[in-house]
């Protein structure tokens, strides 16, 4: 089994920060891409962030130059620092890994975490 954990959401005003964090543990021999979707209420979910085990990256016009996107490739786990954050970044947080190979070379389905919320509210 495969389990995404996310951590840190909660309420921070306009132009604070918060820092997310997703751990994936199981039987794992690698994940190929980690990342964050969010949700906000009335919208599909969309791409924030994902980072290839090579380093590569893809992130969403709107969070270029305020959200950074990282990797600790032993530890199975993606962070997300966001900055500068805007009201209209309120939305519930999901990571995402995709590309699991387990330690018996069998690729695992895409994984999704449970989410966690994030609220940018004076």
């Known amino acids: 089994q495969v389990q995404l954990v996310e951590s840190g959401g909660g309420l921070v005003q306009p132009g604070g920060s918060l820092r997310l964090s997703c751990a994936a543990s199981g039987s794992i021999s ?32 709107s969070v270029k130059g305020r959200f950074t996107i990282s990797r600790d490739i032993a530890k199975n786990t993606v962070y997300l620092q966001m900055n500068s954050l805007k009201p209209e970044d ?16 069998r690729y ?14 004076s």
């Open 90 to 105: 309120t939305a519930v947080y999901y990571c995402n890994a995709d590309g699991i190979r387990t330690l018996d070379n």
């Open 30 to 61: 690698s994940i190929n891409i980690m990342g964050w979707y969010r949700q906000a209420p009335g919208k599909e979910r969309e791409l924030v962030a994902r980072k290839t085990v090579s380093g590569g990256t893809n992130s969403a016009d």
């Open 108 to 121: 695992y389905p895409r994984s999704w975490g449970q989410g966690t919320p994030v609220t940018v509210s």
